[in-house]
């Protein structure tokens, strides 16, 4: 068995050099194993990779023999080496094993090799336009003035390829992007690359807010605006975000615990003891890999002492980058069916059963998909952290997911509607459909008679917890 040790999870170089000695050695895949060293830092000088079996032999230059390989191979591979399956250097070693003999093998579109790694490839790629569209700057000043500093977790290690991207558009600004891999800085003349940071040191408020809000007041003018208009700050205000529900931002304190306990299972012991904490916990969850395609952890949203509870599936495109529960197509459903049943929004908690919005990508859409039993299992967790902070009278379980996380077992929504099922914590169970089930039903007859039940349930839940 051979055995590669490259310098880092990113050494595309070591690894090009590795393969190209081991397959003019006629090493094949199954007798080689491909390892990263650990201790190694990517930022420093480093020989070429070590490639030996028992005897270590270590190669520092390609040797005779080598061959050619289509430009499109070495352009995926480049890619491919940016995800953080630990099966991609194998992979591209496969693929590059099988080229010699057949040189058209990338146009086989089927081929379980090719296909698993042009997959790879997609997700590097969606890693790099997301971090490109969600990349958030705030204002910092040291001692030599303004900078703008993020912080981001991308899905991949994309960010030394899209750091030249910010520096092109941002190229008049000094700026860092700090990242748990590495972190990219620029100083007006160059671009450094250096080791990855630790979340908690992140910076989580904005320094140049104050300036930027005292600005836009001298340029609105109140005496400028009618009598009747309102100040800035009330117009941009969304309706459906009153000061009772309104998210604060949590403490460094919460945020460091929150990181502490929510990379693993089991728990340390250390719980959430309010909706703040549940809040930055939910947004550093590691818990699950639904994290890594998602903008952000979505929590539950509603006053601390609310009675009535509900519970959706996850949330949507919509909620994904609002960082709110049900403000989507489905929420809308759910807001006009709540004030038909005479239910206040204002005075329900509204979560979901998993807080990253799971999905595929076709195209430039984002579609739903729903979550596995492990990855409901993964997440109540935070479901029963709500629960223990509010102490709900009644929860409602919108949806066969929802029910899963709040009953622990399948609760068939059909059968149990309209029923009051006690819960291990005291509070009373109802399941009813989820709005976005609604919007699904294609015939209007049918579609008027559920979401008539779904209005009655709402009324019967509301009055279980009054």
């Known amino acids: 068995m051979e055995v590669v040790r490259l310098a880092h999870e990113t050494d595309f170089d070591g690894w090009r050099a590795a393969a190209r000695a081991l397959r003019a050695r006629a090493v094949a895949p ?32 390609p040797p005779a023999g080598s061959f050619t390989v289509p430009k499109g191979f070495v352009e995926l591979a480049e890619r491919v080496i940016l995800h953080r399956s630990d099966e991609r250097f194998a992979l591209l070693y496969r693929l590059l094993w099988r080229l010699q003999d057949q040189p058209g093998l990338l146009r086989i579109a089927s081929d379980p090799d090719v296909a698993l790694a042009a997959g790879l490839a997609r997700d590097v790629d969606k890693a790099a336009h997301k971090m490109k569209a969600f990349v958030r700057f705030c204002g910092a000043y040291d001692d030599q003035g303004e900078a703008f500093v993020a912080w981001f977790e991308p899905a991949h290690r994309v960010v030394e390829a899209t750091a030249p991207f910010f520096v092109r558009r941002f190229a008049n600004t000094r700026w860092s992007i700090l990242t748990p891999d590495v972190c990219a800085h620029w100083t007006l003349a160059q671009l450094t690359i250096t080791p990855g940071a630790d979340p908690a040191d992140a910076p989580r408020v904005d320094q140049l807010e104050s300036h930027w809000k005292a600005r836009y007041a001298a340029i609105f003018d109140p005496r400028r ?3 009747e208009g309102a100040p800035i700050p009330e117009r941009v205000r969304s309706p459906l975000e009153p000061e009772m529900v309104a998210k604060s931002e949590p403490s460094r304190r919460v945020v460091k615990a929150a990181i502490r306990n929510s990379r ?15 809040a930055a916990g939910v947004d550093h969850c590691r818990r699950c890999d639904l994290w890594r395609d998602a903008t952000q952890g979505v929590a539950g949203e509603g006053p601390r002492k609310a009675k009535l509870l509900f519970v959706g599936e996850q949330p949507g495109d919509q909620e994904d980058l609002a960082g709110r529960p049900f403000v989507g197509p489905a929420g809308q459903v759910f807001d006009k069916a709540l004030a038909e049943a005479g239910v206040p929004r204002a005075e329900t908690y509204v979560t979901n059963a998993v807080k990253h919005f ?15 039993s492990g990855e409901v299992t ?29 009953f622990g077992k399948a609760t068939p929504v059909g059968k149990f509607r309209q029923q009051a099922l006690q819960l291990s914590d005291q509070a009373q169970g109802v399941v009813t459909y989820h709005p976005s089930y609604l919007l699904r039903v294609p015939d209007a007859e049918a579609k008027a008679k559920a979401y008539a039940a779904f209005v009655e349930d709402l009324k019967f839940a509301w009055k279980l917890a009054a």
Request: aromatic share 6%; charged share 25%.
């Open 225 to 227: 605006n009618p009598p």
């Open 264 to 278: 693993d299972a089991p728990w340390d012991g250390v719980a959430p003891t309010t909706l703040d904490e549940v």
């Open 358 to 372: 799971k999905h595929e990508l076709r195209g430039k859409r984002r579609i739903h998909q729903t979550p596995t």
């Open 378 to 406: 993964a997440c109540r967790w935070w479901l029963d952290a709500e629960r223990r902070i509010i102490r709900p009278r009644v929860i409602v379980s919108l949806g066969a997911t929802a029910a899963l996380a709040v």
């Open 30 to 61: 199954a007798d080689t194993l491909w390892t990263v060293d650990d201790q190694a830092s990517p930022f420093a000088v480093t020989s070429p990779p070590e490639v030996g079996g028992e005897g270590a032999l270590a190669l520092h230059s």
